[in-house]
């Protein structure tokens, strides 16, 4: 099963939760935002998007749970 993390950067407060959790795929930037490393902008939405498998999955939920302004989502793609 494959899942896509959209991110929606614009909104991202640098609170760092996503990093500490994940620097596999997370990390602020100098900027005070983070990046998703790997993620494509979807120039129709202004959002980040990563396809992630399975093995990926349990930790990128726990890093949606701790972004303090839920701008990090994940979705299950279609098979
Ligand atoms: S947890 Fe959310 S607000 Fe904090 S740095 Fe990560 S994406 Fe940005």
Same mark, same amino acid.
């Given at each position: ?26 990390? =602020?930037?100098?900027?005070?935002? +983070?990046?998703?490393?790997?993620? /494509?902008?979807? !120039? ?19 890093? =949606?749970?701790?972004?303090?302004? +839920?701008?990090?989502?994940?979705? /299950?793609?279609? !098979?």
């Amino acid at each position: 099963m494959a899942y896509k993390i959209i991110y929606d950067k614009d909104s991202c407060i640098g609170a760092g939760e996503c990093e500490a959790i994940s620097k596999k795929f997370w990390k =602020v930037d100098r900027d005070g935002r +983070a990046i998703l490393n790997g993620a /494509k902008l979807n !120039e129709e939405t202004g959002n980040y998007e990563l396809i992630i498998g399975d093995g990926d999955l349990k930790e990128q939920e726990v890093v =949606v749970g701790s972004c303090p302004i +839920a701008c990090i989502k994940l979705e /299950k793609m279609k !098979e």
